[in-house]
Structures are given as structure tokens and as C-alpha cells.
């Protein structure tokens, strides 16, 4: 962490790495739908797979703005 405020720069990266997560369920949830014909399977994530993905390039921005970089692990 190189920021002026690394508090903020750990709170960013732990909620982009929650985003990041969730992201992941919502597309192995509707990948499992298709097989059976479940929830999901009609478009029931997309608003929210929406609002994520706008949640993450806030993230990233607010990082770039205060000097901050994301904290990548291996999977």
C-alpha cells in the first residue's frame, strides 16, 4: 500500500475483493440454472451482476484517485 491513507486504500480492496467474489457466485449460479432449469436461469442476476460491476469501476477509480493499488492474490 502506497497511499496517503492506506485505511482507505485496505476498506477499498477488501470491498472490490467482495464485489470480485460475489461476481463469481452470481455467474456459477447461473451456470448451474441453465443445467436445471432453476433460479437464474432467465436473467434473474442481471441487475445485480449490473450494480456490481458499477460498484467495481468505483472502486478502481476511488483507488487510482488516492494513489492506491489493488491487492491481487492467487486463486
Not at 475483493?17 to 437464474?40: C, K, M, N, Q
Not at 441487475?47 to 489493488?70: F, K, N, P, W
Request: hydrophobic share 45%; glycine share 10%.
Amino acid at each position: 500500500m502506497s497511499t496517503i491513507n492506506p485505511d482507505l486504500e485496505r476498506r477499498l480492496n477488501l470491498w472490490l475483493d467482495f464485489v470480485h467474489h460475489r461476481l463469481g457466485w452470481i455467474a456459477e449460479t447461473e451456470a448451474r440454472a441453465v443445467w436445471f432449469g432453476s433460479y437464474g436461469s432467465n436473467g434473474e442476476f442481471d441487475a445485480e451482476r449490473t450494480t456490481r460491476i458499477l460498484q467495481s469501476e468505483l472502486i478502481l477509480d476511488r483507488l487510482i484517485a488516492i494513489g492506491g493499488g489493488m491487492v491481487f492474490r492467487r486463486a
